[in-house]
């Protein structure tokens, strides 16, 4: 009868230990794994008191890529496609663009034409679609969009096709006293109108790539108008250059998925104390997509090499992730 | 007996009030009058949840403009003193700069000459002396500078010649959920070395005029290096579009006391519900300087007349505060 209760208490015990592990657990979409280690050991380092390695709340900053590290960037970025979608749209104020490309490209939907038209076609696109209205107006086209358009394959609003595993990440940061920051090559102003809503981050921490803008009065109203003219590129080099300039100090925290965030992780790297710099690589063809070093978006290549020299978390999306998305079970 | 009791309980009443009130003043610096009372009727406006023109916490932005509305600008800004001590500190490495305008101006103290250069003279000292420097050691020679550097008339560090009135409203709301920010037309560097000791805003929450900057390796190490050239001047209508570029969202109060400050607080006006522009008038030779129209630094004119015919705050300093620096008795 004793060895019986004995059990029954153990028992108990047992269980009650795995139901609070699970319910403390701030990262339930990822498995057990280096990945999830590295981001709680990171997380203690900095916030105990009694850590060599303790940031004061104040200081501790944390930034994230957004395509393809936050949300998903295949089959294309979700700016490209919007752009695309713009030209048709505006098409027929534009009868010009039945014969210019890149537009002709884009209406008739020859997409290795517009792929050979570069980084200069691209811009011509972004450019024509991205310009010409105040902000208030674009905020309201961009949201609009993302209301109605659905991703090719998933079927979902883009801002459902967010990683679940990054959301709780996101918030397991916050919740610890981090400030968390978005700094993409995406453009500023796509984002803004719902980084909030989707991942809690406010308008006034996003960082991003930006077209010139001016302030003017129009019908005694003001509004700020946007210029077809490129201000800053957030990627690559200009993304320590952009958390210098829209953030003012130096992150401890880094999080990206391709070469466009190397210089991001390592300007993070350089700094003192506890550090985290996390690629997330794209490894999951059934429940999301698998590329790295030949993508056309999101190339994942010089910095897949660096982060294995330099011993930086990369994430196994297939293995380290549980879920993908907020809708899966 | 009964009527002694009465008065007894009334005064103990009343002196309880009396105390209440004064130990929850927020704003003990201001005198009583419609600029104080304009500011605490904003707040409740804004923060009281029956109030038709209730704003989210999250969503409360307040913009400081700082030269002239947090600090002193007289006799000269601050940061341009600082550009002519840096010039006097570089030149035994420039030995042309002896013969050459507007440097020799700066070394013979020939202000009038300096005056003279202009705008572009101005912009030559600024790109000589902050730029060619990482932007940590940049950061350094600014606390170095600050640190060691007096007020000409008021013989106190620059730090300590911030207004104390000013420094209660940014304190004041901050307890109402208000996210404080600086806009100014100085230099977002020059800016980020000392506003949260000062002013308790932290480095992220400072927008500013800049100049370039390059990301690079020096020594395997990362850098961001200053570039002797303009990227952004955050002054008159380039103010609504730098609080449009770094905040992304419109705020609801705007400080300023020039006409560099229009546009911010033309574009804060034009938003919905309740908001708050307010203007500090230099009013007080004695106690600091008094100037206006005709002023060479932080010259109020336009932006005066248009707040008169706004209704837009003035701050009389003289009348409004009670003590003007943190060292007043």
Not at 223 to 242: C, N, S
Not at 252 to 265: I, K, R, T, V
Request: charged share 25%.
């Amino acid at each position: 009868m004793k060895r019986i209760l004995y059990v029954i208490v153990l028992l108990a015990a047992g269980l009650a230990l795995v139901g609070a592990a699970s319910a403390g657990d701030p990262l339930p979409s990822w498995n057990e794994g280096p990945a999830k280690q590295a981001i709680l050991d990171f997380v203690k380092a900095t916030t105990d008191q009694a850590s060599p390695k303790f940031v004061a709340p104040a200081e501790r900053i944390a930034v994230f890529d957004n395509d393809g590290t936050l949300w998903v960037e295949h089959p294309m970025y979700t700016q490209l496609a919007f752009a695309l979608d713009r030209v048709k749209t505006l098409a027929p104020r534009h009868p010009e663009w039945r014969e210019k490309p890149p537009f002709k490209d884009v209406l008739d939907n020859n997409l290795p034409a517009l792929a050979a038209s570069g980084k200069r076609g691209l811009m011509e696109l972004v450019m024509a679609t991205h310009a010409g209205m105040t902000t208030q107006e674009f905020d309201q086209i961009v949201t609009d969009w993302l209301a109605t358009t659905r991703h090719p394959r998933f079927k979902r609003p883009y801002t459902e096709l967010v990683y679940q595993p990054m959301l709780e990440l996101l918030g397991y940061l916050r919740a610890n006293g981090f400030k968390t920051f978005i700094v993409s090559g995406g453009g500023v102003e796509f984002m803004r109108p719902w980084t909030k809503k989707v991942y809690g981050v406010p308008p006034e921490q996003v960082v991003g790539s930006s077209i010139k803008t001016r302030y003017e009065l129009k019908n005694g109203k003001p509004v700020i108008v946007r210029l077809p003219e490129v201000d800053f590129i957030d990627d690559k080099a200009g993304k320590p250059v952009g958390i210098n300039k829209f953030i003012g100090r130096r992150p401890q925290a880094a999080f990206g998925n391709s070469d466009g965030d190397l210089e991001m992780l390592q300007w993070t790297a350089a700094g003192p104390g506890a550090r985290l710099m996390l690629l997330v690589h794209h490894t999951d063809s059934k429940r999301e997509y698998a590329y790295d070093r030949q993508a056309h978006f999101g190339r994942l290549d010089k910095a897949l090499n660096l982060a294995k020299r330099r011993g930086w978390v990369v994430v196994d999306m297939q293995k380290d992730w549980k879920r993908i998305f907020p809708s899966d079970k």
